[in-house]
């Protein structure tokens, strides 16, 4: 009996295979449009995100933090897409592989096991419903309306899904040609935990940790469905969680 695999998506195999029939290569194998999208990954969108959060702008709605939120990560995703159609590459390139290989299946059962968990857990009340208002209201997840959660569910798909593809897939692939698969993991951990916008030391360095170990996972496993699935549910989660503390009077 033969156990299923595939090759990883950045091995060198893989970044061999860069047809580019329609966009000339300016860098190494990296063309014009892969050049753009790890500026604004790696340049543009964490400076933005860190600019943003040194000012902590309070006149800005929940509805235009998810608007702002769409547009950082529809921008990017679109640059993708007319990447990899004009470059005709597998989307496997980016994680996104399918059958998905064993460690990929795995993780899609470790992620459904921690989902279920999460959803399951008891909540807690009194003063530490308090510092959770506080906590999901920083971090925009305390939805006061329907109309704010109607927004706030795209805003799920741009992150959950799109954050991944484009910080775990794309800079993996981009970068482990040329400084490795443990280079590559640095520099996608360090973009996304910055871009991710913080408002403290101790946010940045969570979300600089969160970033290396969900970055890690992508490296070990070669899939990025089951993180993918991870991350949207703990949107989703958090953001149903705010919607009802925010339609709840605190005692």
Not at 17 to 36: K, Q, V
Request: net charge positive; proline share 6%.
């Amino acid at each position: 009996m033969s156990i299923r695999t595939s090759p990883s998506p950045y091995s060198s195999a893989a970044s061999a295979d860069r047809r580019l029939p329609l966009l000339p290569t300016i860098l190494g194998s990296l063309n014009i449009l892969d050049c753009a999208l790890v500026v604004l990954l790696i340049a543009v969108i964490p400076f933005i995100q860190l600019r943003a959060s040194m000012r902590r702008r309070s006149n800005r709605t929940l509805v235009q933090r998810y608007q702002r939120t769409i547009l950082l990560m529809g921008i990017p995703l679109a640059f993708l897409a007319a990447d990899w159609l004009c470059s005709q590459r597998d989307t496997a390139a980016l994680g996104l592989g399918i059958p998905v290989p064993l460690r990929g299946e795995i993780g899609l059962a470790v992620a459904i096991v921690a989902l279920i968990s999460v959803t399951v857990w008891p909540q807690t009340k009194g003063k530490d419903n308090d510092d959770t208002r506080a906590q999901m209201k920083q971090a925009g997840m305390m939805i006061g309306t329907p109309g704010e959660f109607g927004i706030f569910l795209p805003v799920t798909v741009f992150v959950g899904c799109g954050a991944e593809i484009l910080f775990r897939g794309f800079l993996l692939w981009a970068f482990a040609p040329f400084v490795g698969i443990a280079g590559a993991v640095v520099v996608a951990a360090l973009a996304y935990g910055v871009g991710h916008g913080s408002v403290s030391r101790k946010q940045l360095a969570g979300s600089v940790l969160s970033a290396f170990l969900f970055t890690i996972a992508y490296a070990v496993s070669g899939s990025l469905w089951w993180l993918m699935l991870i991350h949207t549910g703990l949107m989703l989660h958090g953001g149903w969680r705010g919607y009802r503390l925010a339609r709840v009077q605190p005692p």
